[in-house]
């Protein structure tokens, strides 16, 4: 049975998540759910696109993700149902697709199914839930939607590069104040060419040169860069919180210069 996997805004302090398993759960007892983030700061599509991005690919074909980020009952709101790279995609139509997708989508389709109530006021129980086991079940997306090409679409924060510079942005901050830049290792090995450098950001006088392996590779306190798990560049300091003490919020400026 494929998994269900969640990634919402709806955090941990209230009943909503469980009523969005409890849908679920009452219709397909069996069901694989995985919690990946509810964590995500409310409305914030980016983020939930960074994480849905960086985990999409480590689960199993036919796998559903649910992602409620942003996605309350709003009149002019559509919501979607999408088959990429032989996974499923269950969301508001609010640009989310076009901040992970590098190809083009397999299907997308307007979800249109059935509720039982006249009015959607929570989406992620009331369409994506049953959605998610009517696909979990065999079914398909023609059955439960229209085929669309038209999609929000939003533009991804990209770095800006020169001979010898890449200038990039804080997209994630985790919990643990790590860090997590748009500069991905690609990037870092086309520009820099195994040159030395500096990675600077607001705080000046902390600039570091090398990019380490792990976070035991430095003191406890001491600050350190390395490339996590995703291949992105990640700013942190060993069992601190390096989003603070550094300054290094959502959006601010990460810099390597060669």
Known sequence: MPVITLTTDLGLDDYYLALVKAKILSQLPDAQIIDISHSINPFDIAEAAFVLKTILKEFPKDTIHIVAVGTQAVDDIRHIGIRYKDRYILTA??????????????????????????????????LYAPAAVFLA??????????????????ISVKPTTGHDYIKGAVIYVDKYGNAISNIDNTL??????????????????????????????????????LMNSAGH???????????????LHTGATVIMTF
């Not at 076009?98 to 006021?121: C, F, G, P």
């Open 137 to 154: 079940n065999g079914g398909t997306l023609e059955v439960i939607g229209r085929r669309t090409d038209k999609l929000v679409e939003r």
């Open 188 to 225: 870092i090995k086309k520009i820099g060419k195994g040159r030395e450098f500096h990675i600077g950001f607001v705080q000046k006088g902390y600039e570091m040169t090398e990019i380490k392996k792990r976070y035991s590779d430095v003191p406890l306190g001491d600050r350190l860069a």
């Open 93 to 126: 139509d609010t640009g989310l697709f076009s901040l992970i997708a590098d190809q083009h989508a397999d299907l997308i389709v307007e979800l249109q199914m059935n509720i039982e109530s006249d009015v959607l006021i929570f989406p992620a129980r009331d």
């Open 233 to 247: 560049l990640e700013i942190a300091i060993n069992q601190g919180h390096a989003a603070n003490l550094l300054g």
